[in-house]
């Protein structure tokens, strides 16, 4: 991590982890992970934007070093807002990817003094609103019990090479993070587990947006229908459609991606 920092904030409830690139001398650059990942599951994309932003990379709660809780959208928001309070940034621009990218936007719903533009990376977002019934909640509980025990006798060689099996058109630089990510993940991270309704959300965000999806052969979850259904509801929102990836849209084409994140940043 070259000369990166780390720390933790006190959010009032539990300790938000936290790395950053800078030092406040350029513009602060908030990145938000997907479930299950952790902010240094950013590294690619912060090595290639250090020189131009202050990037800070947060672990979100019941992930990689932070505390465990309730993983509501409104508790996770609310950490995320904490952060950026208690490290002075002024108006940062704020990345998200999946569980991620629903932070950003709900941060830009109810805190929109706190942040300046968002841009997100195929968020959960589908015709169903974000509704969820009790037992499809048990089910994705039980199985996601069940990947950490699997996971939990490997080594994170042994989860490394899973990965690259799994994700073979990954770059190798993802996999370190990615790997050690699952280690740390809390079976909280499932308790309590609710992304809102996404357009409320978006009704409600009044600053510049970029949308990233990848709706095609993948596993991408935003459909064309939803992201322009997304920008008929709210003119601020830009689409932008990555071909060739899906869910991990950034993992899978990193080039392309770094450009629409560097566009949706100017």
């Not at 629903?102 to 941060?107: H, K, R, T």
């Not at 259904?229 to 990555?242: G, T």
């Amino acid at each position: 991590m070259h000369n990166w920092t780390q720390g933790d904030i006190d959010t009032g409830e539990i300790n938000i982890h936290y790395y950053r690139t800078g030092h406040g001398d350029l513009p602060p650059l908030v990145l938000c992970h997907g479930f299950s990942d952790n902010g240094l599951c950013w590294t690619r994309l912060a090595e290639v934007l250090k020189s131009q932003f202050d990037i800070i990379m947060i672990d979100a709660r019941n992930h990689g070093l932070s505390g465990h809780g309730t993983a509501s959208l409104q508790a996770m928001t609310d950490d995320l807002a904490a952060v950026i309070s208690a490290l002075h940034l002024d108006q940062p621009a704020a990345l998200g990817h999946s569980m991620g990218a629903s932070m950003v936007a709900d941060l830009a719903a109810r805190y929109p003094a706190r942040v300046s533009r968002i841009l997100l990376e195929d968020p959960p977002w589908t015709k169903h609103q974000g509704a969820v019934r009790d037992k499809d909640v048990a089910q994705r509980r039980e199985g996601f019990r069940q990947y950490l025990a699997s996971l939990n006798n490997k080594t994170e060689a042994q989860i490394m090479a899973f990965g690259k099996q799994q994700n073979p058109t990954w770059h190798a630089d993802e996999l370190p993070a990615w790997a050690a990510s699952k280690k740390q993940v809390s079976e909280w991270a499932m308790e309590g587990l609710t992304l809102g309704n996404w357009s409320e959300s978006v009704a409600q965000i009044q600053c510049p947006a970029w949308l990233i999806y990848a709706d095609g052969a993948g596993d991408g979850i935003v459909k064309h229908d939803i992201a322009h259904q997304v920008a008929a509801v709210n003119s601020q929102f830009i689409l932008r459609h990555i071909e060739g990836a899906g869910h991990n849209i950034r993992r899978e084409q990193f080039d392309r991606y770094r450009l629409a994140v560097v566009e949706g940043l100017i």
